[in-house]
């Protein structure tokens, strides 16, 4: 196997409230290897959002306090980075596609000089006019209409899924090696919602970059990931190839999230939902997390916490009943 693109180990991160401190993340390890796509899925608040935001060291320090035995890109080490190595990274090796382009995008700026901008900066070329043509293909590549047009508008004047599509534009501005794509489908319709996915697994054939995808859609997953990350409680619960992961989960929670689910050869009224609430994580539970809600807690899950361990086949379950789930 080759040696991973990116590595994360055992990455914490708090951020300090008047009631205490949030455990957003919580010893979370995760290697991504060259052009396959992760997944990573889990409930809102289970810490997807903040790992990646880690890893480009775009949460704010202070007050957020972020810690890692190791987090590299490429082999070098992204804590230790000085802040022009980092801007070098970000938009160039590493694309981003953030959840809300609305927010992401300048709103001052026209679409066609921030894609310009960053072809700009992340290449050896200074000439505006090359840089003009490439965000123009690049317009193109993701299905603007209109693209000569669309360079001169500013970021209001594109609906939702136009602005999306310009984000995803820019994330691959600079033929990156790693797509980091967070929740990029929120808040578009159903019929949009594909057509960005679709744009999402073309951005990755287009350039060969390795993908990580954050979402709470299972559907998503099962359409576009090689490998799922499962997680909660800012902690991974199961890590698993996607087929693997669908035809047979090794933890409760990922049964929970597949039952969850409304599916074509049901017969059901109603969908199976997990019962009780997402943990406090100012106050987690003592144990594995999960288990105020489990069907399967027993004396053990209330008093020792699960570590992630290798179940065979290269998967991973944080539960210490994981040969009995699904059985």
């Known amino acids: 196997m080759t040696e991973p693109l990116l590595k994360i180990d055992t990455l914490r991160v708090d951020f300090p409230t008047e009631d205490g401190v949030v455990h957003a993340v919580d010893g979370v390890s995760l290697d991504v290897f060259p052009g396959e796509i992760v997944a990573i899925v889990g409930e809102s608040g289970s810490g997807k959002s903040v790992t990646a935001m ?91 209409p209109d693209a000569a047009q669309r360079l001169k508008q500013y970021p209001h004047e594109f609906s939702g899924g136009m602005r999306q599509r310009a984000m995803i534009a820019m994330a691959i501005a600079n033929d990156p090696d790693l797509i980091i794509a967070d929740e990029p489908t929120t808040a578009l319709d159903v019929t949009i919602q594909a057509q960005v996915l679709e744009l999402v697994r073309k951005a990755q054939r287009e350039t060969g970059a390795a993908t990580v995808l954050i979402t709470h859609d299972l559907g998503v997953v099962a359409e576009l990931a090689d490998r799922v990350v499962v997680m909660y409680a800012g902690r991974i619960a199961e890590t698993a190839g996607v087929r693997e992961l669908f035809a047979s989960p090794k933890h409760p929670y990922t049964v929970g999230l597949l039952k969850s689910l409304p599916r074509m050869d049901s017969q059901a009224d109603e969908l199976d939902a997990i019962p009780g609430n997402p943990p406090n994580m100012i106050d987690p539970p003592s144990g594995c997390p999960f288990h105020p809600r489990c069907p399967m807690a027993r004396d053990r899950c209330r008093t020792e916490r699960p570590e992630p361990r290798e179940i065979g086949d290269g998967r991973r379950s944080a539960c210490h009943y994981a040969e009995e789930v699904g059985v």
């Open 54 to 144: 880690s890893v480009l060291r775009l949460l704010r320090e202070p007050p957020a306090r972020v810690s890692a035995d190791a987090l590299t890109f490429r082999g070098r080490d992204l804590r230790a980075m000085s802040l022009d190595d980092l801007r070098a990274v970000r938009g160039g090796p590493v694309g981003m596609i953030f959840q809300d382009p609305m927010t992401a995008l300048n709103p001052v700026m026209t679409v066609g000089d921030q894609i310009v901008e960053a072809v700009v900066l992340h290449q050896s070329t200074r000439d505006k006019k090359a840089a003009r043509s490439r965000a123009l293909d690049l317009l193109g590549l993701v299905g603007v």
